[in-house]
């Protein structure tokens, strides 16, 4: 590889870097923030239509899946306990007892937007059974690409850097 190669390759690089962060930062964080503005969501309460387990992962994992039907108004809207989906993926037995714990006709209380009443979050805990919080894995994935986003930054800001100095050693015949 030349001398010329290798800052192109670099830059390249750090401008993919660079664009993986803000991505990665913008999407998650824009996630956070909804998981935020969710909390303070007026509360309705649902009724449970289905409760099982579905496949989560590719080598077999199972989560629970609980189906909740809510009314806001005179509308009646379905959604999927995401939270709760989200809480587990492992074992079948383990993700039906988790499941088991809403009983179809049982009542639970689920978060609803007021600008768009078929945008509900259900309620249940936000942790999972290690005790990880949803919300702070969206926060570690946002700082994750604001890291990628500065590192990117500088990488450029460097490479740049070294390419002026190349060409101004160039022009000068200084080799």
Known sequence: MDSQTRPLIGLVG????????????????????????AAEWPKVAATVKISGTSPCSKNGGFSPSVWYVYTVGSKDYTSLAKTLQLSYCGSPAKALSIADQYQVGSSM??????????ESKDGVPRRNEVGVDHADNLRGLAMVGAFCFLSGAVAFAYLLRYRAAALSAEGSGVA
């Open 109 to 118: 209380e689920v978060y609803v937007d007021p600008r768009d009443p078929a």
């Open 14 to 37: 750090s401008i993919a870097v660079t664009l993986i962060g803000v991505f990665a930062f913008m999407f998650n964080g824009w996630q956070v923030v909804k998981v935020w503005n």
